[in-house]
């Protein structure tokens, strides 16, 4: 019998609220999303933690940016260091940056071995960066990140719409509670995504809008928060009481 699961439902015990960041396709800015929230709410004094999920195209340590010395350490399990006051953990530390090119159940067999392995301190807050897509890393997360709420990214791309309404139907199956819809990358004159998603009943926080200057502060924390985004995104966060 796989002891695995029992060891996760410890190694979580300890986190009050779990956010699965999650968006329908790649590229809709769920990962910026993800480190920013961490970030603002590391800002109002939560302890906070950060999970890059993403087994294809991990990220999140772009950025945030990791120092080099900043490494788990092993004791009775993993250790995630802390990085600009955030728990960090990420399947980069294990793959190196080079491509991980796994099958459906050895990507299960990863993720939950690393929900087994990582010890996490007493967090207020752990934000989840989750892989796009219905692929199997959601609905392992959906199975094992029992106190999961997923915040869900979209563009108001018609592309992004649509990949966005099989995600909401998946997770309104499956019973996974939902905090909301955030919109990335709004221009002036965009169709707003409620009109698109409205039948799923599921609130549209806000939008962000596109910010041509968030790629000069990509690996600069300090600077990333005086984006137009990441200011956007804390007033949501403070409207929509995310906690």
Known sequence: MDPRPEIIARRLAKIKTIIAVAGGKGGVGKSTVATILALILREQFHRVGLLDLDFYGPSAHVILWIPGGAQPREEKGIIPPEVHGLQFMSLVYYSGGRPSPLRGP???NAFIELLAITR?????????????????TTLDAIRWLTKA???VVSTPSRVSL????????LLTELGAPIIGIIE???RDGDPLSQDHLGAFKVPLLGGLPFDPELERSLGNPGQLMGTA????LNRIVLEAKIE
Do not use: H, Y
């Open 106 to 108: 050895d990507v299960s």
């Open 149 to 151: 709420r997923f915040l």
């Open 229 to 232: 985004l990441a200011q956007a």
């Open 184 to 186: 990335n990358m709004r």
């Open 120 to 136: 996490w301190d007493d967090l207020d807050f752990l934000i989840v960066d989750m892989p796009p897509g219905l692929g199997d």
């Open 162 to 169: 649509e990949t966005v309404k099989k995600l909401l139907a």
